[in-house]
């Protein structure tokens, strides 16, 4: 990367200037045998989806790019890697890849500037103030690679499908591809001495995300076994846009979600609200970890030293951090620790605590600007509330959190339906009043009853949720 530059169609254009795509572009890194095996015994194949066409493409082929269609940086299409060509293909099946012309990437240049940031190579400003919930950007992926690739094939063998599938995408996202960065600040195309096959893993391994299963799996996924281990990421991506270009902070102010019903689109949307001239970031890695767990994990898998906010702050500061992520984790714990008594009703140490330690985790949530995870806590405190028959403060927390869900898990989410559920009656919600009634919670000591008509208390909209706040 060069450092400086403004932003991205000018980028591009750059690369696209001097950098050769296309297959011939291999040169004498191109390694026949290995792959050529691997493509004749079937699998994997890489793929190639543009706009509907889905290709077997085989490493030796130059591909002909669809005519017809007026190709840019931000038309949908990606390759994949992939055992599973049927996932490909019904991926490559949705509206987004086949009108592409009516569902282009969205690239918002009016929120943000590229620039250089001291110490992080490039970053994205935020140009005009953006409000909490509003989505930034949102992008297509690029590259696809099914995770069983790096666990099945020999290092050679799937370096080299890599670069194929890269070599291979349509010029304008090749080429976009091959100006991310890297770890190493002398890898990039324009210098350093790195291969083609050595420099596409590397900007692999620096830009891509992970992707978890979908919450409910399309048919061609089934027959996938890893999908019975629901921990198993499943799928390997990059996103030659400037979703790339969003550097990590331990306390970031946006977060990102794969939306499944839209052929993986990445959406970025702010946390909290975002102020001009202020950088916008996401978090590469599980936020509640002590900061030399940060730090290492960081430097070890990403290979840098994060300078955060969070991270360059006095010891004494960093420290009274440290302290707040273990309250997080010890209150979490003791919030979980509930037994069923005979009744199957739901019995939890100190019970008459319970709701104070769940409002105690939003508030550390909220010293710790966990703006991406603190659902949970909101999602915490309406089930204890609604346990306790506390009506009103259960939509209150349930209300907040189907609005911070929405940012970071999106609709097909089951803690957001359950919590839109909760929000809109808690008087029908299983976990209403399920805590033991050997405390005087709420009205009677039976809980409060459901107002005429369904009133909600004022400010509690959940259905508005293009609404800034409440
Ligand atoms: C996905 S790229 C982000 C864009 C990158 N800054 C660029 O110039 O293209 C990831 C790289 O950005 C840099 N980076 C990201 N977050 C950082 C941070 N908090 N502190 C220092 N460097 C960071 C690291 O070099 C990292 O490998």
Request: charged share 25%; net charge negative; proline share 6%.
């Amino acid at each position: 990367h060069e450092i400086g530059h403004s932003d991205v169609d000018d980028s591009h254009d750059r690369a696209h200037d001097h950098k050769a795509c296309g297959l011939e572009g291999l040169g004498d890194d191109f390694l026949p045998l290995p792959a050529a095996n691997i493509l004749l015994n079937g699998d994997p194949d890489v793929l190639n989806h543009y706009a509907g066409n889905t290709t077997k493409s085989h490493p030796q082929e130059d591909l002909n790019q669809p005519s017809g269609h007026n190709w840019s940086h931000t038309t949908p299409c990606f390759n994949s890697i992939s055992f599973n060509n049927a996932f490909s293909a019904h991926l490559a099946s949705l509206p987004s890849f086949t009108s592409p012309s009516t569902t282009t990437n969205k690239p918002n240049p009016a929120k943000y500037t590229i620039s250089s940031i001291p110490g992080k190579g490039l970053g994205l400003i935020a140009a005009t103030r953006i409000p909490r919930g509003s989505v930034i950007l949102s992008s297509h992926p690029t590259l696809m690679i099914d995770y069983r690739v790096f666990g099945e094939l020999l290092r050679t063998d799937y370096i080299f499908l890599q670069a194929a599938a890269v070599s291979s995408l349509p010029s304008t996202h090749c080429s976009a591809f091959f100006n991310l960065s890297t770890q190493s600040k002398n890898d990039t195309a324009g210098g350093g001495g790195l291969s083609r096959i050595a420099l596409a893993d590397s900007i692999i391994t620096t830009n891509a995300f992970d992707i978890p299963p979908p919450p409910s799996p399309p048919l061609s996924l089934h027959s996938r076994a890893s999908l019975n281990d629901p921990a198993d990421d499943l799928l390997y991506t990059v996103f030659a846009s400037p979703i790339s270009c969003l550097n990590h902070d331990c306390r970031p102010n946006a977060d990102y979600r794969f939306d499944w019903e839209n052929a993986l689109v990445q959406v970025i949307t702010a946390v909290r609200d975002i102020f001009p001239g202020e950088e916008i970031t996401i978090s590469y890695i599980y936020p509640l970890q002590s900061c030399q767990a940060r730090q290492k994990h960081l430097r070890m898998v990403w290979g840098f030293d994060c300078s955060c906010e969070l991270c360059s702050r006095s010891r004494g500061r960093v420290e009274e951090s440290d302290r707040r992520v273990r309250l997080i984790k010890k209150v979490r714990r003791l919030l979980r620790q509930e037994v069923e008594d005979d009744e199957g009703k739901v019995q939890g140490k100190g019970e008459g605590d319970r709701k104070k330690l769940a409002e105690l985790l939003v508030r550390l949530y909220e010293m710790e600007g966990l703006w991406g995870m603190i659902h949970e806590a909101y999602a915490i405190a309406a089930r204890e509330h609604s346990n306790a028959g506390e009506a009103w403060m259960a939509m209150k927390w349930a209300g907040l959190a189907v609005e911070f869900e929405a940012m970071v898990l999106g609709e097909g989410d089951d803690e957001m339906r359950e919590m839109r559920e909760l929000a809109r009656d808690p008087w029908g919600h299983g976990s209403w009043m399920s805590r033991k009634k050997n405390e005087s919670y709420g009205e009677e000591a039976g809980g409060e009853k459901r107002k005429e008509g369904g009133e909600r208390p004022m400010g509690f909209r959940v259905e508005d949720e293009d609404e800034e706040g409440w």
